[in-house]
């Protein structure tokens, strides 16, 4: 969908909502001026990319081990014992149930974080 | 202004000139309060909200990373502070006023040419009124402010997808209530 711009629509909203009133401008530098700047002292120790680099290796790097646990875990539990009264014959019955196990996992922190996004907009009129 | 004109404002404010902040707030006052009004539907409460963003825009200065444009970044202040003020206060729009005289002489198309003889400001108002507030929001973003769908996602967090369905959603709701509003006021009239 390509949204094209609107002049007469600009020029409506312009119309309803005006301009500032003109002692606006001062009545900010007012309360500017009692107010003291938040320190800008604070120098971070990396630029901002590297920051993100190391925040991306590091999720990465804690992803990999939670990863790697879940399938250690998984592999070691035989879960053809758990299910004594089925008579289950197929070979890859761990795996299959592992990997339905970290798929359900994976599905639903994604759904969790797609959710976030938009939660805090959701509010109606 | 340029990117570079604001990036030095905004170094000489966070080296202490306070008075370099009034050029900022000159520039960007109209298009603040404009997108302030059109979430509140208050004349008061919008110039209010405004300032209000001037000021924690001022405290908060040397967190703005260069990397964002300082409108886009500034512009999140205020939707984020009218927001508050909706969302805090049981909240009235004003109550519509008589078109107050003004010769705003905008429109151009036939069908609307009534309206600017009588009282095309109440028309529009009353056609936002009725309208949603992320409507109303995306609305003035794009079409007002001309910013771009991903710059209105940035400020308003909304997914792209949604902001075009808002916009296309947003922009026949208003012409259709504009309609509305007229036709009902000349009905009444005859």
């Known amino acids: 969908m390509i949204?094209?711009?609107d002049e007469h629509l600009k020029k409506l909203l312009l119309a309803a909502s005006g301009e500032?009133?003109?002692?606006f401008a001062d009545a900010?530098?007012?309360?500017?001026?009692?107010?003291?700047?938040?320190?800008?002292?604070y120098q971070p120790l990396v630029p901002p990319k590297w920051e993100r680099l190391f925040l991306m290796a590091f999720c990465i790097l804690v992803f990999a081990i939670l990863l790697l646990i879940l399938v250690i875990t998984l592999s070691n539990l035989n879960f053809e014992k758990w299910l004594p009264g089925l008579a289950f014959s197929f070979p890859g019955l761990d795996k299959v149930i592992a990997f339905l196990i970290i798929f359900w996992v994976i599905f639903s922190v994604n759904a969790a974080l797609g959710n976030r996004q938009t939660a805090s907009f959701r509010r109606g009129k | 202004m340029t990117d570079l004109?604001?990036?030095?404002?905004?170094?000489?404010?966070?080296?202490?000139?306070?008075?370099?902040?009034?050029?900022?707030?000159?520039?960007?006052?109209?298009?603040?309060?404009?997108?302030?009004?059109?979430?509140l539907l208050n004349r008061e409460d919008a110039e209010e909200a405004a300032q209000d963003a001037f000021v924690k825009c001022y405290q908060f200065l040397s967190t703005y990373k260069a990397e964002a444009r300082f409108a886009t970044?500034?512009?999140?202040?205020?939707?984020?502070?009218?927001?508050?003020?909706?969302?805090?206060?049981?909240?009235?729009?004003?109550?519509?006023?008589?078109?107050?005289?003004?010769?705003?002489?905008?429109?151009?198309?036939?069908?609307?040419?009534?309206?600017?003889?009588?009282?095309?400001?109440?028309?529009i108002q009353l056609a936002l009124s009725s309208m949603n507030v992320r409507e109303r929001l995306c609305l003035t973003l794009y079409y007002l402010n001309e910013?771009?769908?991903?710059?209105?996602?940035?400020?308003?967090?909304?997914?792209?997808?949604?902001?075009?369905?808002?916009?296309?959603?947003?922009?026949?709701?208003?012409?259709?209530?504009?309609?509305?509003?007229?036709?009902?006021?000349?009905?009444?009239?005859?």
Do not use: C
């Open chain 1, 3 to 5: 949204m094209e711009k």
């Open chain 1, 20 to 23: 500032a009133s003109p002692g």
């Open chain 1, 28 to 41: 900010v530098m007012k309360r500017v001026k009692d107010l003291p700047l938040q320190s800008s002292g």
């Open chain 2, 5 to 39: 004109e604001e990036a030095i404002i905004i170094k000489n404010v966070l080296a202490g000139d306070a008075q370099a902040f009034s050029i900022l707030v000159n520039t960007y006052k109209d298009m603040a309060v404009q997108l302030s009004y059109n979430i």
């Open chain 2, 73 to 123: 970044w500034f512009y999140r202040i205020v939707v984020n502070t009218a927001l508050n003020k909706r969302k805090l206060k049981k909240y009235y729009p004003e109550a519509i006023n008589e078109a107050e005289g003004e010769e705003w002489g905008l429109l151009t198309d036939h069908h609307h040419e009534a309206v600017i003889k009588t009282e095309q400001k109440k028309f």
């Open chain 2, 147 to 190: 910013l771009s769908v991903k710059e209105i996602r940035e400020i308003t967090g909304i997914p792209p997808s949604n902001i075009k369905v808002l916009l296309f959603r947003g922009r026949k709701n208003f012409y259709q209530e504009l309609q509305k509003h007229i036709k009902t006021e000349i009905t009444s009239l005859l």
